[in-house]
Each structure stands twice: as C-alpha cells, then as structure tokens.
C-alpha cells in the first residue's frame, strides 16, 4: 500500500545533540512538507519542498535543516541550534502543487529532549 | 502572509448534539479549503474540502462551504457521536504569490463528546 513513513516513532534527545527524522513516501507525490506540533498552537509549517533539489523555508525554520535529493525523501535534521524541539513532527506529502489535491500524513515522530 | 483562525477550544459536547467549529481565513486570490481531522496518537485525515466559492465539502455527516464573502469555511455536523472525539484543524492551500503551493493550518479545536 502506497503511504508515508516516518521514523523513527518516538526519539529521545539529549541537548546539544543533532537528530534526522526520515520521512519517506511511495506516492510519487511531488511536494513533501514539515510540520510541527505542540499542544494548543497546532501544526507550524517549518520547511516545504515542492520538486527534488529545491526547498523553502516555512514559518519556523530556524534551528532544522532539510534535504530533497530523491523525490520519494525528506529527512528533519533538528539541530542543536533549536532551543525547544521536543515536539511531535509530522511529514506530509501532495501531488503536485496545482489546485486542491489531498494531503497525506505520516504517523509522526515524537522527539523528547532529555 | 495566509493566516487560518480557528474558534478556541476545548469543545464539549453530549452525543447527538449540533457542532459547529468556525474557521476563518486570510489568503491572497483564491486558495483551497480543507478540514483535517487527528485521532488520538495519530497523524492527519482529510475530513472534507472545497476548491471553489460556494462549494460545500461534506463527508461522515459533516459539512462546511467556502464563503468567500466572509472568508469562512465553518465545519458543521448535525448529530455528534462519541467516535468523533478528535482534534479538528482547517487548513488552507495558498493560491498565489509566494504563498502559492503552501499549506497554512489553525491551531486545531480539540472535540469531546459524552454519550
């Protein structure tokens, strides 16, 4: 079955370390996005890519660094330079970048800094 | 830039009660319009969507319809079961500009309905 596929599920952290979160899509969706969420403020876009070798920066991009170096991948690094990030991420996938096509979750990941 | 406005939560409600969660926006030309759902430990279902203005997106008994005159795409279902305790969140696609392909969600309302 076609979906997304994000791991790991849970990742612990201690600070000062710099984690990568995998999302991985057999869609053959040309747009990939991160989103991250806290309790009570929603999803915060925080890096979006709409075709391979070429990202944008979302709303809260300072402290992450993404990649698009294959179509169906776009890996979270969460650096050391992020002061909060225990979060839940979610990766989202669409077809396309033309009108109101369907956005596919991942499960998310859940980081917890130590 | 696209900003979405949901209506504060938490919403409790008795089973079989009307819901209505508001949901207002602010985008440039014409973007499309999507209530998204979150079950508890999960990630995001499409619930329903509209492309257009005055189309109603409807699904699992729940409806809303894109106002562009009140920039609104409010979510309404009649008769609320327990199963759709959840969190809800309206999203929207950006159309034009440098929001043109972006997703932009609210804060989500969180829903509890008691049988």
């Known amino acids: 079955d076609g979906g997304i596929t994000q791991s790991p599920k849970y990742l612990f952290r201690k600070e000062g370390q710099n984690v990568t979160l995998s999302c991985e899509q057999n869609l053959n969706h040309d747009a990939m996005y991160w989103y991250r969420q806290d309790p009570g403020q929603g999803l915060r876009l925080i890096y979006y890519?709409?075709?391979?070798?070429?990202?944008q920066k979302g709303d809260i991009a300072e402290g992450y660094s993404v990649s698009r170096e294959k179509k169906e991948s776009f890996p979270l690094t969460v650096t050391s330079a992020q002061k909060n990030p225990t979060a839940f991420y979610l990766c989202?996938?669409?077809?396309?970048?033309?009108?109101?096509?369907?956005?596919?979750f991942g499960a998310g990941s859940r980081l917890t800094v130590l | 830039g696209d900003s979405v406005t949901q209506m504060e939560g938490p919403v409790t409600l008795s089973e079989e009660a009307f819901l209505t969660i508001n949901c207002t926006y602010t985008?440039?030309?014409?973007?499309?319009l999507f209530w998204y759902v979150q079950y508890p430990g999960e990630g995001l279902q499409l619930l329903l969507k509209a492309t257009k203005a005055d189309d109603k997106g409807s699904n699992k008994g729940f409806e809303a319809t894109y106002r562009k005159e009140t920039t609104s795409f409010h979510l309404e279902k009649g008769s609320v079961q327990v199963s759709d305790s959840a969190v809800y969140f309206c999203a929207l696609k950006g159309a034009g500009g440098t929001s043109y392909g972006k997703l932009t969600f609210g804060q989500g309302t969180i829903l509890t309905v008691h049988p």
């Open positions: 985008a440039t030309g014409y973007p499309s």
């Open positions: 989202a996938s669409i077809e396309g970048s033309f009108g109101a096509n369907v956005l596919t």
């Open positions: 890519s709409q075709i391979v070798n070429d990202f």
